[in-house]
Antibody
Framework: QVQLQESGPGLVKPSETLSLTCTVS????????WSWLRRPAGKGLEWIGR?????????NYNPSLKGRVTMSVDTSMNHISLSLSSVTAADTAVYYC?????????????WGQGTLVTVSS | SYELTQPPSVSVSPGLTATITCSGD??????VCWYQQKPGQSPLLVIY???RRPSGIPERFSGSSSGKTATLTISGTQPMDEAEYFC??????????FGGGTKLTV
């Protein structure tokens, strides 16, 4: 059974950088694609980006966030990391990591429980 | 950027059929999937590749897609199906795209 667990600070100050880690068990980081997504309160789901290291490192980011977001993987620790810079109140959301299957489009079959990040001074 | 449109809310009586639509340009050319999300829980994949059910998802959930519209159908809707439902597709330029979500009231 694939399990994902997000972790990181629950409070980030405006203009600073949000950093989260997703720990994966039950699957190898290097064998699949992985995504970060978020859901602001009262709004819908938003895909942030996707990363894989199958053969080579490949990352795709949501164009609306490009320039502020960075994703990376640590295969030795089975971790996926997310950094989002210059945060504002609009970045307050529950952040999820999810395994991403990329045959026939791409979709998210296993999700972490999510972690709430609040941007506030 | 690519966009998907869902009705904000749908109501259905227990035991009847609920239909939730998702529309987007040339949506029939893309694979569509559907997620169920209940308050305080993570999204749950209920349909992928237009009409496939993941293991463990009840048969009452089905999906279809044609032209500009994809549809999630819940037959014999149960009170436990009350949740918010999101459609999602992958766009070559935008990446993962979600509809705005439909709140299903049973």
């Amino acid at each position: 059974q694939v399990q994902l667990q997000e972790s990181g600070p629950g409070l980030v100050k405006p203009s600073e950088t949000l950093s989260l880690t997703c720990t994966v068990s039950g699957d190898s980081i290097g064998a699949s694609y992985w995504s970060w997504l978020r859901r602001p309160a009262g709004k819908g789901l938003e895909w942030i980006g996707r990363i894989h290291t199958i053969g080579y490192v490949n990352v795709n980011y949501n164009p609306s966030l490009k320039g502020r977001v960075t994703m990376s993987v640590d295969t030795s620790m089975n971790h996926i990391s997310l950094s989002l810079s210059s945060v504002t109140a609009a970045d307050t959301a529950v952040y999820y990591c999810a395994r991403t299957l990329s045959s026939g489009g791409a979709y998210f079959d296993y999700w972490g429980q999510g972690t709430l990040v609040t941007v506030s001074s | 950027s690519y966009e998907l449109t869902q009705p904000p809310s749908v109501s259905v009586s227990p035991g009847l059929t609920a239909t939730i639509t998702c529309s987007g340009d040339s949506l029939g050319d893309k694979y569509v999937c559907w997620y169920q999300q209940k308050p305080g829980q993570s999204p749950l994949l209920v349909i992928y590749q237009d009409n496939r059910r993941p293991s463990g998802i009840p048969e009452r959930f089905s999906g279809s897609s044609s032209g500009k519209t994809a549809t999630l159908t819940i037959s014999g809707t149960q009170p436990m199906d009350e949740a918010e439902y999101f459609c999602q597709a992958w766009d070559s330029t935008t990446g993962g795209v979600f509809g705005g979500g439909t709140k299903l009231t049973v």
